[in-house]
């Protein structure tokens, strides 16, 4: 008599517990998945639209040529890395990969640099490469590199090796 009495009262007593019930539950459920189906398909709709506006767009086509001189436009403005205390020196994202974040990390004095100059450089060589990796569908390796920590070392700004300011 246990037994039978146990699996009658025993489904009674765990279907208490549900906080809705199974139509409710139904009915929750549907609009739920509606709704983010509708949104995705929103957002969807949105990207290939900023995508159409991208490609028809007049972007400049861009050349290796541009990039270099852009590039050497740079080094030329950093090259002299002289300073008196490691708070002149700096270091900046340059470039842009194929498949995101910087191509590489350059450092510079503002002993011997203005800063606004190497930013606005910077952002222009991050601008063309971005732009000449979306003309060519370049691909890149998919490797972070985290921002180096600089110093003052014998009146010279240097990246030290081994050593990042953000850690991902």
């Known amino acids: ?29 549907t609009a739920e998945v ?9 957002e969807t709709t949105q990207t290939k639209n900023d995508v159409e506006e991208l490609s028809n ?4 086509a861009v050349s290796v040529e541009d990039i270099t001189t852009a590039k050497t436009q740079l080094n ?31 450092v510079y004095s503002t002993k011997t640099a203005k800063d606004e100059q190497v930013k606005t450089l910077s952002k222009t060589i991050t601008e063309l490469e971005s732009n000449f990796n979306a003309q060519k569908g370049m691909m890149s390796i998919c490797q972070h590199l985290t921002t180096p920590s600089t110093q003052c070392v014998e009146n010279k700004c240097v ?9 991902f």
Request: proline share 6%; charged share 20%.
């Open 34 to 42: 509606i709704k983010p189906q509708q949104q995705t398909l929103k």
């Open 76 to 106: 030329t403005l950093i090259a002299d890395t002289s300073c008196d205390t490691s708070m002149q020196c700096k270091v900046i994202a340059v470039g842009s990969r194929a498949c995101g974040g910087p191509s590489s990390f350059e």
């Open 57 to 60: 767009s007049s972007v400049k």
């Open 159 to 167: 990246k030290l090796e081994g050593s990042a300011v953000s850690v």
């Open 1 to 29: 008599m246990r037994p039978v009495l146990l699996a009658l009262v025993l489904p009674l007593c765990l279907s208490a517990c549900l906080d809705k019930t199974p139509a409710e539950k139904e009915s929750v459920t």
